[in-house]
């Protein structure tokens, strides 16, 4: 077996017993299913973001909305196809509202899956998208504006922050600046 199958049948058997999960006050606040993530199980790169929305929701796919469209289409002008990388979020489950989840939501649900997705998959470098992924990992003191584009570090893995591609949608002047950091995400990752 290699790696890639190996570490996709380890993902398949952490995500089996959750597939209805009521472990955080999300799952029983009209999720319709639960968005554990998807890519390469073997990537360099893993893309953290906040939740699912409502097209994640209903498709059971991380970033599949225009979001999850402007993240794909950049990572494509820079020569990285969306297969390569892993996406996934903080919690897995839609928030009401699509609302920021809890420091609660966001303690449970990452400790049952997102450390030990990084385990499994044990990625060069980690990007974070927007606030609420990086203060989730490193802590609510964290600046976005201060720290985006540059390179922290969390659990040992190199991790840069940059924007959430819904705020780009709404500050088409970032663009460049999100381009920019995707462009420094894939060189680490070599
Ligand atoms: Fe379970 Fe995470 Fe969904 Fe909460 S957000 S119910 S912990 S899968
Ligand atoms: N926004 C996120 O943070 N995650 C998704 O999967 C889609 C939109």
Redesign the pocket.
Known sequence: MNAKTYKQSLLDALYAPYRHCTMCPLGTMGRTQV?FGEGNPDADILFI?????A??DEQGR????R??KLLTKTLEGLGVARAEVF?T?IVKCRPPENRQPTHQEAQICTSLFLFNQTKIIRPTIICT??A??LRSLLGDDIKISKTRGTTLSWDGYPLVPTY???YILRNATELPTFVQDLALVIELSK
Do not use: D
């Not at 973001?49 to 929305?53: I, L, N, S, T, V």
């Not at 991380?62 to 909305?65: A, I, N, R, T």
């Open positions: 968005v973001g906040e939740g699912p929305g097209s994640e991380p970033f599949v909305g979001s999850g996406i979020n998208l927007g609420t992924a959430h591609p819904a």
